[in-house]
Structures are given as C-alpha cells and as structure tokens.
C-alpha cells in the first residue's frame, strides 16, 4: 500500500514538473499523455464510437479480416511467445486477435502497458470474464520508461503490438527514437506490428478530430479539468476553445486549446499569463504516407514484412520483423 502511495506521489509530482515547464515554454504545451485519467479514458472510449473517428473501424477491419493472417507470423509453428502491447487502452481490437491465437491454441503471454492505471485495471477486469484461458499481466508506466522490460524476458520470442496511430503521437524524431529502441532491445526474428493511420483527404482527418457533437473538444478541455483537480489549478475552462488543424504537406494533424480572454491562471504557487487567442499545443496526431512508414522501419532496423490494409486504405497495419 505505501509503494503505492509514494508511486503516486512521484506521478504527482512529475506531472506538475511537466505541466510548469510546458505553460513556462513559448509557445505553451502540455503532452498528450496526460489526456488519459479516468475521465479521459471514457472520453476516448466515446471517441472511438464516433463515425467521423473512422480509424477505430478501420483497424478493427484489418484485424477480423486478417486475425488468421496474422495469427500465423506471429506462431508459424505454435511456438510459445510474449505479446507486449504499448498503450494497450481497453484493449478492444487486440481482443480479436486475442481470440484468434486462443482459439488455435498457440501458448503464448499477453503483457499490456499503459499509463493509465485505470485502463489497465478495466482491462484486467474484462479479460478476465471474456477470456479465463488468457495468460496476462498489465503494466502500468509511460513508454519511454518501459522499453527496458523487452529486454529482461525470459528467451521466449516476442511480438509487440503498437496500435491505434498512437505513433502519430510523436514528433519525427520521437517516433523513430522509440522504433530504434525497440528495434535494439529486440532479438532476430521478433516482430513489431504498428497500426498507422495514413494521409487522406483532409475534410475526413479534421472531422474525427473536430466532431460536430464536441466529444473531442470535451477530451481536450479535460485536460484542464485535470489540473484543476489534482494540481489544485484554477483554469476558467469555459474561456478556452478547442481547435485542430490539419497541415496534408506534415501530416501533422495538431490540437490546440486557445484562451479566449486574457487571464492568468494559478497552480500551486505559480501563475501563468495567457494573452487572448493564446494557444496551448497539446496533441499532433501525425498522418504517415506509406513510403515514410517503410523509411522509418529501415532507419530503425526492421525489414518490412507484411502490410495489411482496411478496405478503404485509410489505415495500415504493418508488421515489421528483426533481422540482425
Ligand atoms: C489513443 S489511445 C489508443 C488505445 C488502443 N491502443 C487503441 O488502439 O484503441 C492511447 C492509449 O495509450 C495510452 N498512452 C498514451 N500515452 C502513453 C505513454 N506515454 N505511455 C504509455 N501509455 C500511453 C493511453 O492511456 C491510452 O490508453
């Protein structure tokens, strides 16, 4: 119990480093991963079942039509192996294969990292009454901070599952410090499958990110109604608005909460001063071409060795594989 305490504490405190040093910066920011409490967790649930949130659907599609497919790089031979998720969330296009792999008796351990502990106790909960033959332990932590465990598994082979976009999250050079270092913890043979939502239309990437029923606004300004509550901050939320954007020639998909007034807000003892319009940046949602993903696959070690594509191409989940 007190490991648990002084974890939050530690979490606490980080977030209340980060938040100072992102509303201190010019121009303002706070990182994405902090949308995720208990209330963003529902929020991003709700997300998913929006229609203009197409990309739920889309990667649901490749799995029910490619779980066989895949089932089948995973454990050619029905070998034992570990499946490591990053940001797993509530899991539910990982079920589908999940099932798949139970269902063709393939031994294997299911590991889910997120940074929400919440995700992952709902997880833990639901997997246990939908799947009681599932071998599984979740894992709270943020990425970057886990990367570590690939290397201390035991000499079974391991698959790691890195879905819903979630590397759009990252600046370029994010994304392939984090594929580098899992090409580098990674032995021969070992797979990563990222699921990556790829450019398109602009009018249909802006919607799932800016919905006309203001779901995603909601997620956003949670954010602030965190801070408030755990950092004891003061932000007005009615007097900030949320915004997104969609560059086609970046791909760079960004939101932002702009301060509608000029205001100063406090948390703890600090107070930051917002001109009016003044954005805080708190999301990209980076939109990859095919031939960048390949590139960032080579750059990072990997060869590319399947892509599966949804039935309208607005999504790839491409299976990358060690050769060392
Ligand atoms: C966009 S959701 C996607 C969930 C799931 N992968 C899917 O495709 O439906 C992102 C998930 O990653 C988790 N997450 C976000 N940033 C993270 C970080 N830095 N480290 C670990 N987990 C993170 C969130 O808590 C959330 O559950």
Known sequence: MFETIEKDIIKNKQFLTDVHKGLSDEPKHLSSKYFYDKK????FQQIMHMEEYYLTNAELDIFQTHKCEIAQLFAPNKEPFNLIEFGAGDGMKTKVLLKELLDHEI?????????SQNALDQLNQSLTKEMPALSFKGIQGDYFEVLNLLKEGNNKRNVVLFLGSNIGNFTNEEALSFTSEISDKLNTGDLLLIGVDLKK?????????????GIT???NYNLLHRIN?????????????????????????????????????TIEKNTFHFAKWEPIHTEISRKYALKQLHQLAKKSGFIIKKDLFDTHRYFVDSIWEIKK
């Open 40 to 43: 963003g967790d529902e929020l």
């Open 229 to 265: 509550r755990e950092l004891g901050a003061n932000f007005d939320v009615a007097q900030f608005e949320h915004h997104a954007t969609y560059d086609p020639v970046t791909g760079e998909c960004k939101s932002a909460l702009l301060s509608k007034i000029e205001q100063d807000v």
């Open 107 to 115: 031994p294997f351990d299911y590991v889910p990292i997120d940074i």
């Open 201 to 213: 239309e602009p009018r249909k990437i802006l919607l799932a990110y800016n919905d006309p029923a």
């Open 217 to 219: 606004a909601s997620f």
